[in-house]
């Protein structure tokens, strides 16, 4: 299967998760008769982005139908999506190449020494599938297993290493944000054999992923505080700063503050 057919299939998915979100009280529509799914019909949304129903229901369905600028920011506008929504609607109905082979991501230049600069405050390089590529001492320290793991990667290590529950003190709210930033770029990357088997991965072991995936939430890499539970400090306060790698834009360079006991 190809990477554009499975690409529209990951724009129908994602036109399809945003429409069920919105109630016909909130567009100003309606509510006539039972509905059998959530939100709003296909038509309704054709209705208010100024398509046709037939055409909107191709690009759900995933046929190879090729939306203008000017219909996608309409739809953009009928679902109520965000920037960075709009952004993942843009990049999903674009032409893109098809996936690298099936090999390791390898680091930019120079971005592996600067975790070790940085040190002691704890610092880590992620990929496009959110490999940890490399990462500090005091990284090591504090999340404790990763490095430890065959493949380090921040979702395997969210889901699946039993210490992340106890050093993430919200649990719940950081790994939702680590699957939607994950599902977001496994929309960019449909195709990515290292992407399937890690999503096929988190799904056998989380029950969380297997009831959150299909919400399709989506995120992007940002700066933040996150609470976290340190082996020598207790809980601690952290500010994390991510910045993208001019070289490799998918690879962020993340850099914690020094944390204050709670």
């Not at 404790?144 to 065959?150: A, L, N, Q, V, Y």
């Not at 977001?184 to 959150?212: C, K, M, N, Y």
Request: charged residues 25%.
């Amino acid at each position: 299967m190809t990477t554009s057919v499975l690409r529209r299939r990951e724009l129908g998915a994602f036109l399809r998760s945003r429409r069920e979100r919105i109630s016909p009280a909130e567009t100003g529509l309606p509510t006539t008769g039972r509905r059998r799914t959530p939100g709003l019909r296909r038509e309704e949304i054709a209705l208010l982005a100024g398509i046709s129903a037939t055409w909107y229901t191709y690009l759900e369905q995933g046929r190879d139908v090729r939306p203008s600028g000017q219909v996608l920011e309409a739809l953009a506008t009928a679902l109520r999506l965000s920037e960075h929504e709009r952004d993942h609607l843009l990049h999903l109905a674009g032409d893109t190449p098809d996936e690298p082979a099936d090999e390791p991501e390898p680091l930019a230049p120079g971005v592996a020494d600067v975790p070790a600069l940085v040190e002691p405050n704890p610092s880590y390089v992620t990929g496009v599938r959110y490999d940890v590529l490399c990462h500090n001492p005091s990284a090591a320290e504090l999340f404790k297993g990763i490095d430890t793991m065959p493949e380090p990667n921040l979702a395997r290590w969210v889901f699946t290493e039993p210490a992340a529950r106890q050093v993430l003190v919200d649990w719940e709210r950081e790994a939702q944000n680590v699957l939607a930033r994950l599902r977001a770029a496994t929309g960019r990357h449909p195709d990515h054999p290292r992407f399937t088997r890690l999503i096929e991965e988190l799904h056998t072991a989380s029950p969380q992923v297997r009831a959150w995936w299909p919400r399709y939430d989506i995120q992007v890499s940002r700066s933040g505080t996150k609470r976290l539970r340190h082996p020598r400090l207790g809980v601690i306060t952290l500010t994390h700063t991510a910045f993208h790698v001019a070289e490799r834009p998918e690879q962020t360079l993340v850099i914690y503050s020094e944390g204050v006991a709670v």
